[in-house]
């Protein structure tokens, strides 16, 4: 192509078509200045101020170093001010101005505390599910090195247990809370995913994690206490271990997504901690309440049986369904 060919085929400002890395697409929900911004631009074409060709065109003159810098929002409001300098219609002092100005009546909303961040639902969405999964599955590891190790250990006590693991599930969860959340429990995953909260692709990487991450734990705790796991058991559980199961997972997951609505991250963790020592002394099954526990405690010396933790799994999945529905009724609005 000769050098005139390629100025008519691209202008100078057109960067379209050109190399560029990777871009990594994320939903996410549009944030009210992203909403009022596609407002503006739906404005501006209708009254034939700024149509959308012009828009587009002012934002590839930006250049590539700032469209780069700048979030896809942010390129439009920067094109819609210097289109607005290039035909007259404001100066950029007018538009310092009317800034400041709104900068000053908006000033006092500076000092309202920012809203802390949910529980169990993580800061930043666009990291990568590889960091997030991770997190899901270290977590679930250690949180069973606790539920392991504290039964194996000689003089452990129901008390010195359900302080153990509910100390370490606290602990956990303001850790890892803002990377991934900090479920470390497929049920809050799951019923995530059913209330549309979650991505499936998310969703399958986290109970990957949680279950291999449980294993690994329980693995690791036989390891250091020179147990070996034994050998799957069997029998059934009866009616009382099945209805202990479902009302602990309809407590803890109570617990949990009434925390999601209502508290921060900061306070959250203690609320689910004290609820779960409360439920291991007080059910006969100790409170598992966690299909990865569940599956886990297949790699422990006593050897779990394999029909066990399938109906267990199955009460836990819907106690939490119950618990998720009972929450959705107290909370209508999400909180």
């Not at 060919?5 to 871009?23: C, H, M, S, W, Y």
């Not at 001010?81 to 000033?107: C, H, R, S």
Request: glycine share 10%; hydrophobic share 50%; with cysteine.
């Amino acid at each position: 192509m000769t050098g005139s060919e390629q100025f008519v085929k691209r202008l100078p400002n057109d960067i379209g078509g050109l190399a560029a890395a990777t871009i990594e697409r994320v939903e996410h929900e549009l944030l009210p200045w992203e909403k009022r911004c596609h407002a503006l631009a739906d404005v501006l074409d209708f009254h034939k101020i700024i149509n959308t060709e012009e828009k587009r065109r002012g934002v590839e003159s930006l250049g590539s170093d700032l469209v780069g810098k700048l979030s896809y929002y942010e390129r439009w409001i920067a094109a819609f001010a210097n289109i607005a300098f290039q035909k007259g219609l404001l100066t950029p002092e007018e538009l310092a101005v009317k800034m400041a100005a709104v900068e000053m009546d908006a000033g006092h909303l500076r000092l309202v505390p920012k809203p802390l961040p949910k529980c169990f639902v993580e800061d930043d969405v666009t990291v990568s599910l590889f960091r997030r999964s991770l997190a899901e599955g270290v977590g679930t590891a250690m949180l069973l090195l606790a539920v392991v190790g504290s039964g194996l250990q000689h003089e452990s006590t129901p008390v010195s247990s359900a302080l153990s693991i509910s100390g370490s599930l606290i602990g956990l969860i303001l850790a890892f809370g803002a990377v991934s959340g900090g479920h470390f429990n497929p049920t809050i995953t799951l019923m995530q995913w059913l209330s549309g909260k979650r991505r499936l692709d998310c969703t399958l990487w986290y109970l990957a994690a949680q279950v291999a991450g449980g294993l690994a734990g329980a693995l690791v705790a036989c390891a250091i206490f020179k147990k070996v796991p034994g050998p799957p058991g069997g029998g059934f559980p009866d009616m009382a271990a099945l209805t202990s199961e479902g009302v602990a997972s309809f407590g803890l997951m109570t617990i949990v997504f009434c925390c999601t609505r209502s508290t921060s991250k900061l306070v959250g963790p203690f609320a689910v901690g004290l609820w779960l020592m409360a439920a291991i002394l007080s059910t006969p099954t100790g409170s598992i309440a966690n299909p990865a526990v569940a599956v886990a405690l297949l790699a422990t010396p006593d050897g779990a049986s394999v029909s066990a933790t399938l109906m267990f799994i199955i009460v836990e999945i819907v106690g939490g369904a119950l618990a998720a529905l009972t929450v959705s009724t107290v909370y209508p609005d999400g909180g």
